[in-house]
Structures are given as C-alpha cells and as structure tokens.
C-alpha cells in the first residue's frame, strides 16, 4: 500500500525553539494533507489542513502563527512549532489523500513524539 | 455536526476469546465513510478497514469482521480468536461529504484493548 513517512519520529527540543516535522507521501501524489494532534491516552485532534500550493485552513482553536504548516510540492507538507513550550508536547500524525482516488483513500504517516524539556 | 462514540474506553480479554469493539456515529450527512484504524503502543495509524455509507455489507477479512449497521448508525468490529498481539488502542472514524475527504476523519476517544496471555 501507499506509504506515507514523517521525519522525525520523535524529537526533544529546548523550550523556546522550534521544531519542523515533516510528512511525505512516498509514492503517490498528495493535494491534500492533514495535521492531527494526539495527546497521551486521547484521540486524534484535527489541527489544520494542508493544501499545496495554497495556505492550510486552521480548525478552531488552533493558533496559526504558532503552527506554521507549508506544503509546497505534491509529496510534501511541513509542520513547524514555533517557539515551543512543554505544553506542546504531544503525538503528531499527517494523513496524505491520494489524488487518484478521488479523497476516498488516505494515509497515515507513523507519527512524531514532541517533547518539549 | 458529525461524532463518533466508542463508549468502550477500555476491554481486557482472554486470549482465544471473541472481542467485540463497539462505534456509535452520528452525521448529517448520507454520504460518508467509516474507518477502523489500530494503534499499538509503537503509535503509528494502521489502517483495517474503510465502508462508504452505501454499502452495508458485512465484511470478514481473516479473523476480523465488521457489522455497519445504518438503522442504528453503528459500525461494530469483532475480532474472533483475540491474539496477544491485537493489544492495542482502535479508533473508529468518520469522513462526511460527497467529496469525500478521507484524510479529514473524526475519531472516537479509542477503546483500549488488551488481550492476555
């Protein structure tokens, strides 16, 4: 099946810095691609959507210039957190649709553990 | 508004026992998707499995089968002969709209499964 990878799978940063993950869709093309947060024992939260080409559209609550998503080619979406603060420390997954299957197929990547010393 | 419920939070069985995983949604929409993903304590999103809204079909794919029930707006996952390595965390999700955006899903709170030896 498709494969969908996020570099890196955990990272541990200094408070006050910031981080980029990354989300690839390795073999196929990607319009569309998602950011969910997942804190310890809960669900998948929305964060934003991510357009190529275009700016990501935000869900409520999520603040924007703190989470800084880019996705400038088919295959590649970028989350950056911006001067992070333990209260971010969190699970991150990215979905990537599949273009040719109309939406009705994504993947997920294997997800980026974020602590935040 | 859509919503999952899997009011489950936490199942322990026996190994060889059969599992029943509960998911209640709600959407209105009638034109949707439904998923089961599992999670393992490593944390990546493995997909099991996907049904559209249109077809209500049971599904058994090895020791794992899938009652969508529409009447009752539920999506009920069995696992037959549980195994040690089904331990995990399972999500039910739901992707609404005609323009189905897979990657874009609200998940249910998860049921945490446990399967002993």
């Known amino acids: 099946g498709a494969v969908v990878s996020q570099h890196p799978s955990w990272v541990i940063c200094k408070s006050g810095t910031s981080v980029k993950i990354e989300c690839r869709s390795l073999?196929?093309?990607?319009?569309?691609m998602f950011w969910y947060r997942q804190f310890p024992k809960q669900s998948l939260m929305l964060m934003a959507t991510s357009n190529e080409g275009s700016k990501a559209t935000y869900e409520q609550g999520v603040e924007k210039d703190k989470f800084l998503i880019n996705h400038a080619s088919l295959t590649l979406s970028t989350l950056t957190v911006t001067s992070a603060h333990p209260e971010d420390s969190s699970f991150y997954i990215c979905?990537?649709?599949?273009?040719?299957?109309?939406?009705?197929?994504?993947?997920f990547g294997q997800g980026t553990r974020l602590t935040v010393v | 508004a859509q919503k999952v419920t899997q009011a489950q939070t936490e199942i322990s069985v026996v190994e060889k026992e059969d599992v029943t995983l509960d998911c209640v949604y709600e959407?209105?929409?009638?034109?949707?998707?439904l998923f089961w993903y599992k999670q393992p304590p490593s944390g990546e999103l493995v997909f099991l499995i996907r049904r559209n809204s249109f077809d209500e079909q049971n599904e058994i794919s090895g020791r794992y089968s899938w009652n969508f029930q529409k009447s009752t707006s539920s999506f009920n996952f069995t696992i037959t002969a549980s195994q040690v390595v089904d331990s995990a965390v399972y999500f039910c999700a739901l992707s609404e709209g005609i323009n189905t955006n897979a990657g874009k899903s609200t998940f249910g709170d998860g049921t945490t499964l446990t399967v002993k030896p």
């Open positions: 979905s990537a649709e599949d273009v040719d299957t109309g939406g009705t197929e994504a993947f």
């Open positions: 073999d196929f093309q990607a319009t569309t």
């Open positions: 959407t209105r929409d009638t034109t949707y998707y």
